[in-house]
């Protein structure tokens, strides 16, 4: 199949400009969600998963290892499927307590929730070539990045295990790069594609990966990073309502919201890399809702840390590396529900002007520094070349000499004087 052709059989409807009161399911093809019985089953028959390849030491798709409640989400997940579901019910499926649970049910409603259809997947077998497709350089960063991956599978993964990953981790990424050659690939693009990759496995996973980067990435990838810097600075604008005192410190500080930088280009896949469970419900309550909703998720888990915050010593490096440390024990469900609040109390337009005004601060900001980083460039090299052009002054060798004479002559004299003066008295 040929790029022309590949690119014919993709019909792309934004997924914003769809109603959330439209059906959830194409031409009423209701999907079929396994019983709690069939999950572990349905898992091991997957010959398109990576779990086919990698066993996962934390394989929280085991019944074993669910919860009452998460049993009780998935027994409303099949119900709610089976009724008349509009495609805001299943969004809402999504974002709601615990997601959609398990990495099975990710596989059935994920290609829902992105509008993705059944057919027209490529075969894997067009893959073995595609880096070739895509520029040298950019395959060489690829392969750097992929191969610091190894955070995305267990700790007892066999380097086999490690290869097979990478080798698919590379090909489904300059799968979507050739794709839209209008793309930029960037770090961190690697760890998203990683967390598709584990949970849909390489085949169904391609067009996974590409709609979630059209429709939700695509700022990331243009050619400068502009519009993403101007964009940390919602966290900003929406800290000065929500916790204006916490705001006031952290530009006291001279610190700039681009902590939350690896947050939002990777959906958090890069913190949580090792955290599978939560990783993906993460993505769960991410393709159920805005765009810029990861910001504001990094907006009040901030805000939730502001004793901490305002406990660290307070300069940009302490508190700079406090805020770029997260913990896997955030109260993540009830920060979900407070960051959609806020993106409802505070959608981004009605903070757009702030968050142009906190920008340009910046951009002054750091032509200041540039402008005091040369002119103390400047003054080391006029007090180097001051230095070089006035030599110390030297003393004579002879005069030297006679003054180490004399400070010796005068030890001498008073050590004589000590030891006599103490002969006298004894």
């Known amino acids: 199949m040929d790029k022309n052709q590949v690119l014919n059989n993709y019909s792309r409807v934004p997924l914003m400009s769809l109603d959330d009161s439209e059906p959830a399911w194409n031409n009423d093809d209701v999907p079929c969600i396994p019983k709690l019985s069939e999950i572990k089953q349905s898992i091991s028959n997957d010959k398109n998963t990576i779990y086919e390849e990698i066993k996962l030491t934390d394989n929280y798709d085991d019944t074993k290892n669910l919860s009452r409640l998460d049993k009780l989400k998935i027994n409303v997940i099949r119900e709610r499927v089976t009724s008349k579901l509009s495609y805001g019910d299943l969004k809402l499926l999504g974002c709601s307590n615990l997601g959609l649970v398990t990495d099975d049910i990710r596989k059935i ?17 067009e893959l073995n070539d595609i880096h070739k497709k895509i520029q040298d350089s950019v395959y060489q960063q690829i392969l750097k990045d992929v191969a610091r991956s190894g955070g995305h599978l267990p ?18 990424i300059c799968w979507v790069l050739y794709r839209h050659p209008e793309l930029n690939y960037y770090q961190g693009y690697n760890d998203v594609a990683a967390t598709i990759l584990i949970v849909m496995g390489l085949e169904k996973g391609l067009c996974i990966l590409e709609r979630i980067t059209l429709e939700f990435l695509e700022r990331f ?23 204006p005192k916490l ?5 006291n500080v001279e610190l700039f919201p681009h902590f ?29 809702t805005q765009t810029l ?4 998720l990094s907006t009040v888990i901030v805000a939730h840390r502001a004793t901490e915050i305002f406990n660290t010593t307070p300069d940009m490096g302490h508190t700079h590396k406090v805020l770029c440390t997260l913990s896997d ?98």
Do not use: C
Request: charged fraction near 30%; charge should be positive; glycine fraction near 2%.
């Open 260 to 288: 939350a930088l690896a947050e939002y280009t990777t959906w958090y896949a890069h913190k949580y890399a090792e955290n599978r469970k939560l990783l993906h419900r993460l993505f769960d309550f991410f393709l159920g």
């Open 109 to 125: 409603l994920w290609p829902q929730l992105l509008r993705i259809e059944g057919k027209n997947i490529p075969s894997i077998d």
């Open 329 to 426: 024990d955030l109260p993540f469900e009830e920060l979900l529900i407070t960051a959609k609040n806020l993106y409802r109390d505070y959608p981004p337009d009605s903070i757009s002007n702030d968050v142009y005004d906190y920008d340009h601060k910046r951009k002054r900001k750091e032509k200041e520094w540039k402008i005091k980083a040369e002119n103390n460039r400047i003054e080391r090299e006029r007090l180097r070349k001051l230095k070089v052009a006035i030599p110390q002054s030297r003393m004579p060798y002879r005069l030297r000499s006679y003054s180490t004479i004399t400070v010796v002559t005068i030890l001498a004299i008073g050590i004589y004087a000590f030891l006599k003066t103490g002969t006298s008295i004894n």
């Open 247 to 251: 705001l006031e410190h952290l530009e």
């Open 293 to 296: 909703m990861p910001l504001y």
């Open 155 to 172: 700790a007892d993964a066999s380097e086999l295990e490690h290869e097979k990953f990478q080798d698919k981790l590379v090909k489904i």
């Open 221 to 243: 990838m243009e050619p400068t990073m502009e519009r993403v810097n101007q964009e940390l600075f919602y966290i900003f604008a929406l800290l000065e309502r929500i916790h």
